[in-house]
């Protein structure tokens, strides 16, 4: 063959390399241009994509699938959600009642009661136990009211001034919970705070794994800012009486 025939050759394939797109230019392209299969329809049943089976499906089949599994995927978040709503709505209105019951706790003991019917029925624990810090005796039945100084195993609870969650250490969990610490595996404990520290607020549960150190404690700190601020309203109507 020769010389220039070779050098014609080579100039040719030149050529239609030159004005060939690669294969990022023709993505590219398509990605800029998103109407181009609508006036180029035909095209769309002559490209095939392989399936993962193995076996080759047009591009509208293969587009169908696609937005088959996006429909899936985004109906599952949308149900998700809408789980998500319908619990938050019934932690909401179980926490108005609470709040709502203790706004109109008069006494102590309607305190008392208020707590126990709403952390017990509506969220499920087993145990409550409300201690009041005073070197007063108080008037109440189901409050302990004790002294900073008989307190002094729970200090640690107390100083914390966060809520804490979890495992108590022996001798707590047996002062707070007393004949019902046995069966008490785990516990919430709410330093209640207004100005000084008022007492604690203990939530006990006989599951070793309801109360745990790692879970959030939103909810717990809510409950004792409105608990603190009812009892400070309680304690001091009781001073002027």
Request: proline share 4%; glycine share 4%.
């Amino acid at each position: 063959m020769s010389d220039e025939l070779n050098q014609a050759l080579d100039g040719a394939l030149n050529e239609t390399a030159a004005v060939t797109p690669s294969a990022a230019q023709v993505a590219d392209y398509l990605a800029t241009h998103p109407d181009f299969f609508t006036e180029h329809t035909w095209l769309l049943e002559k490209l095939y994509v392989p399936h993962q089976r193995g076996t080759a499906v047009s591009l509208v089949e293969r587009q169908t699938s696609l937005l088959r599994e996006r429909n899936q995927q985004l109906h599952g978040h949308l149900s998700e959600l809408i789980d998500a709503a319908r619990y938050n709505d019934g932690q909401f209105e179980k926490t108005k009642r609470m709040v709502l019951a203790l706004l109109e706790a008069e006494t102590l003991d309607e305190v008392a009661v208020a707590l126990e019917e709403s952390l017990c029925r509506d969220f499920y624990g087993d145990e409550t136990c409300l201690v009041l810090f005073s070197e007063q005796p108080r008037s109440a039945n189901n409050v302990r009211v004790l002294s900073k100084a008989d307190c002094s195993i729970v200090q640690p609870l107390v100083e914390s001034n966060l809520p804490s969650c979890g495992q108590l250490a022996e001798p707590m969990n047996r002062f707070l919970f007393q004949e019902q610490a046995l069966r008490v595996q785990s516990a919430a404990v709410v330093p209640l705070v207004k100005g000084e520290t008022l007492g604690l607020l203990a939530i006990g549960s006989f599951d070793p794994n309801y109360f745990q150190s790692s879970q959030g404690t939103l909810f717990l700190s809510y409950v004792g800012e409105v608990l603190s601020r009812v009892l400070a309203r309680i304690l001091r109507q009781q001073e002027s009486a």
